[in-house]
């Protein structure tokens, strides 16, 4: 009971505030360095995976580049523990039952995707991160199981879902629930809006892409065609216009970096 109410103060808390600001730039952090190598592999210039993996190996070769990924493992853990108390504790406000856990299952479903980037991290940071099993080989995995290939379409779909909506958010501009008020007004708070729109939309084209790896995998049943963030912008190189395509994707997923250290500003939870 103690641990209860000590948790959902630490939920209401500003200290917690603090942490997600955070655990926020360190994430607009990651993007930005994903963005850098999207626009070098347009260029022909990428020596680093366009993939948050990458992008920490990246940031690890720099000058401090080992403090620096330790502190986007810390910051991810912090948005990690957000998440974690937002399902447990928070959307108390919504009357609509079935609203209020689908808003909670998506906050889970974040803090795993914060963790397995704070724990992507830790391994560059440690250098554990072991061989390059890399995508194809989870998918080979995952087809090996009774009704695999079509536990990998059913993966893929589910990725395309999360991309569309990050799409959905970003056209219909819902993200500005994330700002306070003085992030919204004014020429600043028109600049975050236009790069919260941008930023969402290009985020969710390339994380669609991947989802859409997975489905052209299961069709095919051949996990090699399956892929992260990496090949999907690799995929996208090869079309006509790919380097315009990939640049603007590039620019797009910088923006979500900068709407990062906008909604750390001006945070809104």
């Known amino acids: ?33 994903i963005a850098w190598l999207a626009i070098q592999l347009a260029f022909g210039e990428k020596e680093d995976s366009a993939s948050n993996t990458g992008a920490l190996q990246y940031l690890a070769e ?18 990690v523990v957000w998440r974690l108390l937002e399902f447990a504790f928070g959307y108390r406000e919504e009357s609509d039952d079935a609203k209020r856990w689908r808003k909670r299952a998506t906050s889970l479903g974040k803090a795993v995707i914060y963790g397995a980037i704070g724990w992507s991290a830790v391994q560059t940071a440690t250098g554990s991160g072991g061989g390059k099993g890399g995508t194809d080989s989870t998918t080979a995995k995952l087809m ?22 990050l799409v959905y958010r970003g056209w219909t501009e819902k993200f500005r629930e994330h ?17 919260g729109k941008a930023g969402y939309i290009a985020k969710g084209v390339s994380i ?27 995929t996208v190189l090869e079309q006509p216009f790919g380097q315009v395509l990939l640049v603007a994707i590039g620019l797009g997923i910088a923006a979500y970096g900068v709407f990062c250290f906008a909604r750390a500003k001006h945070l809104s939870r």
């Open 179 to 195: 700002l306070d008020a003085q992030g919204q007004s004014g020429k600043d708070g028109s600049a975050y809006v236009k790069l």
């Open 208 to 234: 669609a892409l991947v989802g859409a790896l997975f489905g052209y995998a299961a069709i095919t049943h051949d996990p090699k065609k399956s892929g992260g963030l990496d090949q999907a912008l690799q």
């Open 144 to 165: 090996q199981l009774p009704g695999g290939q079509l536990i990998v379409g059913a993966v893929g779909l589910a990725i395309i879902g999360y991309g569309g909506s």
């Open 62 to 79: 720099q000058s401090l580049g080992g403090v620096l990924v330790w502190l986007v493992a810390i910051g991810m853990f912090l948005l």
């Open 1 to 33: 009971m103690n641990a209860s109410n000590t948790a959902e103060q630490a939920h209401e808390s500003d200290w917690l505030d603090h942490a997600i600001r955070a655990g926020l730039v360190a994430y607009g952090v990651v993007h930005l360095l």
